[in-house]
């Protein structure tokens, strides 16, 4: 997810991307990139995201993620000032979860 995103912020020249070993750098070995990924950097009001977008000197954070309620995939994308810690979400549903469908919202998001 996060080299699809990359592409796809770089190509749009909006916004500059840490390239992923300095996120890696300042993560270290806690593993918040495997299970529950958006569950463990929203705990305590995205207090982790914060953190990491302070030490790489981000302005914001962005977190995104397709995810699956029973029936219903979900295409979320969070966008956290790293400063002041307003957010701004949306959540969008996709119909029959396709790799196609997911493509239209995500750049509309």
Do not use: C
């Not at 890696?24 to 569950?39: I, L, N, T």
């Not at 979900?74 to 400063?83: A, Q, S, Y």
């Amino acid at each position: 997810m996060f080299r699809l995103a990359q592409g796809f912020l770089q190509r749009t020249g909006i916004y500059e991307v840490v390239p992923w070993k300095d996120i890696k750098s300042v993560m270290g070995e806690q593993g918040y990139f495997e299970e529950d990924r958006v569950a463990r950097w929203a705990r305590k009001d995205w207090q982790l995201a914060r953190r990491v977008g302070k030490e790489l000197h981000a302005e914001y954070a962005m977190v995104m993620e397709r995810a699956r309620l029973k029936r219903d995939f979900l295409w979320e994308m969070i966008l956290i000032n790293v400063e002041t810690g307003k957010k701004f979400e949306i959540s969008v549903p996709v119909p029959a979860g396709s790799a196609e469908n997911y493509k239209e919202i995500v750049v509309a998001s």
